[in-house]
């Protein structure tokens, strides 16, 4: 470290007050530094005397934890190595989009707009526009001046990457013209091809990493420590979304778009208005047909409704909007040998048939692995080991083989044989009469399925342990160290207890160890949705989990919901039917789950933990259907249903299927059968939809 300049007083006799003082001044001279080597290219101080200033900083910080500012330079850059990166709420969630492959779809995803919002023949218009293949980020704007810049992260949660973003040319850092108070602007951080492929060659010659593509190197360069690195590298912006707003920005997202150059983002220049599915349809092909030519990587078009008052109403379903949606770009595809099947045992035990390939470039990726589904699969394609295949990618899911090419005169090897028995437990592997997939038989005692569970457990959308890569997992579960999630959180005091430390174990280091107890501390708190997402229950993923969550509330109230299936009735199995969306299938799968005792061992020994956080309360609580139960039958008149449930469900309620005394309100439109006959056996209210639409303050016009 720096020594102290003579002036400077030795940290540790520093007063609070002089601490205070030191780290305000130190916090405006470092932000005036970065303005001039960032922003103005002028630098007025060598690296040295700089770096001596963060050291400074960073030395009275430690003393003085208390202290750090909101403004503290340590925040900005992330400055102490291993903190990373701070994290950053979203106001509003940064959603994904839902795909589409084809012309149907792209039909439907029109005529399932038009049905949503009980549309005549008016017409709807879209905005179509490329789809970057760089990162998402959130930029917030008060008062017109750039206040902080984030990842998009799991969509709820990001990192702060302000300073990095702020190096951005392309980065207005106070908005031309009027702008509401508040202002997120969402877009993509992105690499032009030219200027990746010259990094590549600079990288190279400096012995450094070179990225797989362009948007590797983007994610790789917005997430540098120190954003002096991210200031050299070539990253550019397009402007596309809004995040949360103060004023009014127009009614259209055509409008919004012109806006947003007005303020000084840049905009795709090729985004166009179309008003039919024809003429989206045929943007699609012209610019598909463009792609090559382009500076950048693009992977499909998106389609936006227009104007925002339908936006509104059409609403979410679960991570992606009802308004928008993302038209793929048919996958890229190349050539390669297949060497060799392998057999990978998932969370559930099912048998997942790997194909291991000489690497081959698709679509700028190197590519050695690739799955083959399932064995009918393999079947019914006749893939052999030494075959010649196939091999597509498109996006982000994971490589496939399409098909065997045909070799004139070259011996094939024989048919492919399905293993019977678990390849790491040798359990049988079973296959239920009309599933596809085959399974280990082994459970609890297959160690390939332990391994798999505790891996989605620590995984991004569950707890999102950072520092904790599979071969870890491997290893600890191999010496006992880690075989059920709780014991996760005993591995601090159990290492602090034991002879040979992590950090003196292969690959670790005292860094990389605390970062590693510190990752699990700080996941001891956790959402209740993404707590039941982590326990692997087969077919529960992300969204249901969700859905669990906001049903029941609580960890508790779910549990003792669940403890009642073990009596007769079965009313935990009825319960979870009864919410909407959740089907028979998927409510025996968490039945099933929650009955096996180990499973309820595992959600004891979590329960003594964690703090786990009831479910977020509804969007408006304030609103008298929040926290009831409705149930819609008949057709309504000024909606469609689809449209009425998800409006109740903004408003804090939650949808049912059918009728049960714990229904609050049945909402009955015309021609309405036998719920509402249900409703009047069981005593509970009906309400007319005219009723219903002033209980919810929505009277018809
Ligand atoms: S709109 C609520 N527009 O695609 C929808 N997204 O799969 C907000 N993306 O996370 C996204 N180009 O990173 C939108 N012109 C564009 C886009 C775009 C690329 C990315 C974005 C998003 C992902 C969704």
């Given at each position: 470290?720096?020594?102290?300049?003579?002036?400077?007083?030795?940290?540790?006799?520093?007063?609070p007050?002089?601490?205070?003082?030191?780290?305000?001044?130190?916090?405006?001279?470092?932000?005036?530094?970065?303005?001039?080597?960032?922003?103005?290219?002028?630098?007025?101080?060598?690296?040295?005397?700089?770096?001596?200033?963060?050291?400074?900083?960073?030395?009275?910080?430690?003393?003085?934890?208390?202290?750090?500012?909101?403004?503290?330079?340590?925040?900005?850059?992330?400055?102490?190595?291993?903190?990373?990166?701070a994290?950053?709420q979203?106001?509003?969630?940064?959603?994904?989009?839902?795909?589409?492959?084809?012309?149907?779809?792209?039909?439907?995803f029109?005529?399932?707009?038009?049905?949503?919002?009980?549309?005549?023949?008016?017409?709807?218009?879209?905005?179509?526009?490329?789809?970057?293949?760089?990162?998402?980020?959130?930029?917030?704007?008060?008062?017109?001046?750039?206040?902080?810049?984030?990842?998009r992260g799991?969509?709820t949660?990001?990192?702060?990457?302000?300073?990095?973003?702020?190096?951005?040319?392309?980065?207005?850092?106070t908005?031309?013209?009027?702008?509401?108070?508040?202002?997120?602007?969402?877009?993509?951080?992105?690499?032009?091809?030219?200027?990746?492929?010259?990094?590549?060659?600079?990288?190279?010659?400096?012995?450094?990493?070179v990225f797989?593509?362009?948007?590797?190197?983007a994610?790789?360069?917005?997430?540098?420590?120190?954003?002096?690195?991210?200031?050299r590298?070539?990253?550019?912006?397009?402007?596309?979304?809004?995040?949360?707003?103060s004023?009014?920005?127009?009614?259209?997202?055509?409008?919004?778009?012109?806006?947003?150059?007005?303020?000084?983002?840049?905009?795709?220049?090729?985004?166009?208005?179309?008003?039919?599915?024809?003429?989206?349809?045929?943007?699609?092909?012209e610019?598909?047909?463009?792609?090559?030519?382009l500076?950048?990587?693009?992977?499909?078009?998106?389609?936006?409704?227009?104007?925002?008052?339908?936006?509104?109403?059409?609403?979410?379903?679960?991570?992606?909007?009802?308004?928008?949606?993302?038209?793929?770009?048919?996958?890229?595809?190349?050539?390669?040998?297949?060497?060799?099947?392998?057999?990978?045992?998932?969370?559930?035990?099912?048998?997942?048939p790997?194909?291991?390939?000489?690497?081959?470039?698709?679509?700028?990726?190197?590519?050695?692995?690739?799955?083959?589904?399932?064995e009918?699969?393999?079947?019914?394609?006749?893939?052999?080991?030494?075959d010649?295949?196939?091999?597509?990618?498109?996006?982000?899911?994971i490589?496939?083989?399409?098909?065997?090419?045909?070799?004139?005169g070259?011996?094939?090897?024989a048919?492919?044989?399905?293993?019977?028995?678990?390849?790491v437990c040798?359990?049988?592997?079973i296959?239920?009469?009309?599933?596809?997939?085959?399974?280990?038989?082994?459970?609890?005692?297959?160690?390939?399925?332990?391994?798999?569970?505790?891996?989605?457990?620590?995984?991004?959308?569950?707890?999102?342990?950072?520092?904790?890569?599979?071969?870890?997992?491997?290893?600890?579960?191999?010496?006992?160290?880690?075989?059920?999630?709780?014991?996760?959180?005993?591995?601090?005091?159990?290492?602090?207890?034991?002879?040979?430390?992590?950090?003196d174990?292969?690959g670790?280091?005292?860094?990389?160890?605390?970062?590693?107890?510190?990752?699990?501390?700080?996941?001891?708190?956790?959402a209740?949705?993404?707590?039941?997402?982590?326990?692997?229950?087969?077919?529960?993923?992300?969204a249901?989990?969700?859905?669990?969550?906001?049903?029941?509330?609580?960890?508790?109230?779910?549990?003792?919901?669940?403890?009642?299936?073990?009596?007769e009735?079965?009313?935990?199995?009825?319960?979870?039917?009864?919410?909407?969306?959740?089907?028979?299938?998927?409510?025996?799968?968490?039945?099933?789950?929650?009955?096996?005792?180990?499973?309820?061992?595992?959600?004891?020994?979590?329960?003594?933990?964690?703090?786990?956080?009831?479910?977020?309360a509804?969007?408006?609580?304030?609103?008298?259907?929040?926290?009831?139960?409705?149930?819609?039958?008949?057709?309504?008149?000024?909606?469609?249903r689809?449209?009425a449930?998800?409006?109740?469900?903004?408003?804090?309620?939650?949808?049912?299927?059918?009728?049960?005394?714990?229904?609050?309100?049945?909402?009955?439109g015309?021609?309405?059968?036998?719920?509402?006959?249900?409703?009047?056996e069981?005593g509970?209210?009906?309400?007319?939809?005219?009723?219903?639409?002033?209980?919810?303050?929505?009277?018809a016009?």
């Amino acid at each position: 470290m720096t020594a102290p300049r003579t002036q400077e007083q030795a940290v540790e006799t520093l007063s609070p007050d002089q601490a205070a003082e030191e780290l305000e001044r130190l916090a405006k001279a470092i932000a005036h530094h970065d303005r001039l080597y960032h922003q103005d290219d002028a630098p007025e101080i060598s690296d040295a005397d700089y770096d001596a200033l963060r050291a400074r900083n960073d030395a009275i910080e430690a003393r003085f934890p208390e202290l750090v500012r909101p403004d503290s330079p340590s925040r900005r850059v992330g400055a102490a190595p291993g903190t990373g990166f701070a994290k950053v709420q979203h106001a509003v969630p940064m959603l994904s989009l839902s795909n589409a492959f084809d012309a149907e779809d792209i039909a439907e995803f029109l005529a399932r707009i038009r049905r949503f919002l009980s549309l005549g023949d008016e017409p709807v218009e879209l905005v179509a526009e490329p789809k970057i293949d760089g990162l998402s980020i959130s930029l917030r704007y008060e008062a017109g001046r750039f206040v902080q810049g984030a990842t998009r992260g799991d969509g709820t949660e990001g990192e702060d990457v302000s300073a990095n973003l702020r190096t951005l040319k392309d980065l207005p850092k106070t908005l031309k013209g009027e702008a509401p108070g508040v202002l997120e602007v969402r877009g993509e951080v992105y690499m032009a091809r030219p200027d990746f492929f010259q990094l590549n060659r600079d990288q190279e010659a400096a012995g450094a990493k070179v990225f797989a593509n362009p948007r590797n190197a983007a994610a790789g360069s917005l997430r540098q420590l120190d954003s002096r690195i991210t200031a050299r590298r070539p990253l550019a912006l397009f402007a596309y979304a809004m995040g949360e707003v103060s004023g009014n920005v127009g009614a259209t997202h055509w409008d919004f778009l012109a806006r947003l150059r007005d303020w000084g983002f840049p905009t795709n220049p090729l985004a166009r208005l179309c008003t039919s599915l024809e003429e989206v349809l045929a943007f699609y092909d012209e610019i598909l047909a463009k792609r090559p030519e382009l500076p950048y990587d693009i992977d499909g078009i998106v389609y936006k409704v227009n104007r925002f008052d339908w936006q509104e109403r059409l609403g979410f379903v679960s991570r992606a909007p009802r308004w928008a949606t993302a038209h793929k770009f048919p996958a890229e595809q190349a050539q390669t040998r297949l060497e060799r099947i392998s057999i990978s045992v998932g969370r559930t035990g099912a048998l997942t048939p790997v194909a291991e390939l000489a690497p081959v470039t698709v679509g700028g990726v190197v590519v050695s692995r690739a799955t083959l589904h399932n064995e009918d699969e393999i079947a019914r394609k006749d893939i052999r080991e030494g075959d010649l295949v196939v091999v597509q990618r498109a996006g982000d899911v994971i490589p496939q083989v399409v098909e065997v090419v045909a070799e004139k005169g070259r011996k094939r090897e024989a048919p492919y044989a399905f293993p019977e028995v678990c390849p790491v437990c040798e359990s049988s592997a079973i296959r239920e009469p009309g599933e596809a997939v085959r399974r280990c038989t082994g459970g609890l005692i297959c160690p390939a399925q332990a391994v798999e569970r505790l891996r989605h457990f620590v995984s991004r959308d569950a707890f999102d342990i950072e520092g904790l890569g599979d071969k870890h997992i491997r290893a600890f579960f191999e010496d006992g160290l880690l075989t059920s999630p709780a014991d996760l959180f005993h591995l601090r005091a159990r290492d602090e207890a034991a002879e040979t430390k992590l950090q003196d174990r292969d690959g670790w280091g005292p860094t990389s160890a605390g970062k590693l107890f510190d990752a699990i501390e700080s996941r001891r708190r956790i959402a209740l949705d993404r707590l039941i997402y982590a326990l692997g229950i087969r077919q529960v993923g992300q969204a249901t989990a969700k859905l669990l969550a906001r049903n029941y509330g609580t960890f508790e109230a779910w549990r003792a919901a669940m403890a009642e299936s073990q009596d007769e009735t079965g009313s935990a199995y009825a319960d979870l039917v009864n919410i909407d969306q959740i089907g028979p299938l998927v409510a025996a799968d968490i039945v099933a789950f929650v009955a096996e005792p180990h499973n309820q061992a595992i959600l004891d020994a979590l329960a003594d933990e964690l703090e786990i956080e009831a479910a977020a309360a509804p969007a408006a609580s304030d609103s008298p259907v929040a926290g009831k139960t409705v149930v819609f039958t008949g057709t309504l008149t000024t909606m469609s249903r689809g449209e009425a449930k998800a409006r109740a469900e903004t408003l804090g309620a939650k949808v049912a299927g059918s009728v049960s005394k714990k229904t609050d309100y049945v909402v009955v439109g015309a021609d309405a059968g036998s719920k509402a006959r249900k409703a009047a056996e069981l005593g509970v209210a009906t309400l007319e939809e005219q009723e219903w639409l002033a209980m919810i303050g929505q009277d018809a016009p």
